[in-house]
């Protein structure tokens, strides 16, 4: 229990007139009644007893005040100056400038005892509690509002200069006109706690992330989640998050998403002239010859762009284009038509033989090697001899099921033409046609060659009916 000194000092006093009697009585008894006798001896107990009171009123601790207001009580003055430091150093990590306190601290010695002292380790958690502490502060704000503090000004006009420069225009033959901020940006200088100051990277991101608006967009067709999310600068992850209810990539015509965008505290407007070279598409006109193949096409002038020079007025809102307009327009050359043949001839199957004419031929070269029995195996079409790179044309109008390398096969073209009836081209050196494309009667699908097992040049094709291989001659007619 703490006792005041006051308290103290008052019993040393009832001690000491105690002693004196005692010693007054004692010589006394003994017969020395003598004054002068009794006058040393009671200086000699007087002079005992300040000693005594000088010793036992000593300070061996001291008190921290604070304001004036006794905090703590420690051992030895470093304990508060080291526990004081410390506290400093930690909201000094992430402000390079000084930090400060408001408060007044003093240590004022006094006497102690064990059990009234506080512990080292506490010390610091008890000056925290009681301390304010501060630095100079810049604060941003946008249109009076202070949005972020910074250590300095000189940071604060690094964060402007760091978002004008991430939308400032890049580019060939740009000259700039303006490039302000939309939204009135001024400073501030303020007393803060260190906790509120932000580094610069921080505060960038802070200004250009730190909102988010929610808009909805109606689906359109032909539009997918890539489609939306590109078009609004998302990621498909976001366009997912913000639609928790979308289960799969199938959306809806007319279905609504929302669109949950971050809005930047600052916009960036940059009003800028650009020069730029444009090339205009050449015109195609197309001439029909009736001694080309259908498919074929021979081109008799090559076409050239026309080329021009424009000068746009642009004006962008943070990197996104509101305005473009020309301002300007010279032609440095005008486009070259290309003029192009175009085959109508056909190749049709003889109604005079024994087939049934239902199909073309594909190449018009004579049979190597019939359908049915061969050396041990069985062939499953007709062998045609044909040139390399001979156009193919197609037996029928269908559907390109296949275009690929198919082993023995090499390069093959497979069309389906409904009714169960589908003809394969294989061995070819190269594909017209690709996979899904619908093709007419007479279209060139592909060029003869000796890919996969082929000892020269030639066509092998095939007519499957219902899944059963069919002699082909029994449709092509002789």
Not at 220 to 248: C, F, H, Q, Y
Request: contains cysteine; glycine residues 10%; negative net charge.
């Amino acid at each position: 229990m703490f006792v005041a000194p006051e308290q103290r000092w008052i019993g040393l006093k009832i001690r000491v007139i105690l002693w004196k009697f005692r010693v007054r009585v004692c010589l006394e008894q003994r017969g020395w009644k003598s004054p002068r006798l009794l006058l040393v001896a009671g200086l000699v107990v007087s002079l005992l007893v300040l000693i005594g009171l000088a010793w036992y009123g000593r300070a061996n601790a001291y008190a921290v005040l604070v304001n004036g207001e006794r905090v703590a009580i420690v051992a030895q003055s470093w304990v508060a100056e080291q526990a004081l430091q410390s506290l400093l150093a930690e909201k000094s990590v992430s402000v390079p400038k000084e930090v400060q306190y408001r408060e007044e601290i003093k240590l004022k010695p006094v006497r102690a005892g064990d059990g009234e002292l506080d512990a080292e380790e506490d010390m610091k958690g008890i000056l925290a509690s009681k301390l304010s502490f501060f630095v100079q502060g810049a604060g941003l704000a946008i249109n009076g509002d202070t949005k972020l503090w910074v250590a300095d000004e000189e940071s604060a006009h690094q964060i402007v200069e760091r978002l004008k420069e991430m939308y400032r225009p890049r580019g060939e033959g740009i000259t700039l006109d303006s490039l302000e901020f939309e939204e009135n940006v001024t400073f501030t200088s303020q007393e803060i706690d260190p906790a509120q100051v932000k580094g610069i990277e921080e505060a960038v991101g802070f200004l250009v992330n730190e909102t988010v608006k929610t808009e909805t967009h109606t689906v359109r067709p032909g539009e997918s989640l890539w489609s939306i999310a590109e078009s609004n600068n998302l990621s498909v992850k976001d366009l997912m998050d913000a639609n928790p209810r979308i289960t799969s990539d199938v959306l809806r015509i007319g279905q609504v998403l929302n669109l949950v965008k971050p809005e930047p505290l600052v916009h960036v407007v940059a009003s800028y002239r650009q020069t730029v070279s444009e090339y205009e598409p050449y015109p195609v006109r197309v001439n029909y010859d009736a001694n080309l193949w259908r498919g074929q096409e021979r081109v008799l002038q090559r076409g050239r762009e026309g080329e021009k020079e424009v000068l746009y007025r642009v004006v962008e809102r943070n990197g996104i284009r509101l305005v473009k307009e020309v301002l300007e327009e010279k032609v440095l050359a005008q486009p070259v038509e290309k003029v192009v043949s175009r085959g109508t001839k056909m190749m049709l199957a003889s109604r005079d033989g024994g087939g049934s004419g239902t199909l073309g031929w594909p190449i018009r070269g004579s049979i190597t090697s019939p359908f049915g029995p061969r050396g041990g195996e069985f062939h499953t079409g007709l062998d045609l001899d044909g040139v390399m790179g001979e156009p193919v044309i197609a037996a029928e109008e269908g559907l390109v099921t296949f275009t690929g390398s198919r082993g023995t096969y090499g390069k093959q073209v497979v069309i389906d033409h409904g009714d169960g009836m589908v003809t394969t081209y294989s061995h070819l050196s190269g594909y017209r046609v690709s996979e899904g494309q619908r093709v007419s009667r007479g279209d060139i699908i592909g060029l003869v060659g000796s890919t996969g097992r082929s000892t020269g040049s030639h066509l092998h094709f095939e007519v499957i009916v219902e899944g059963n291989f069919r002699n082909p001659l029994d449709y092509l007619g002789r």
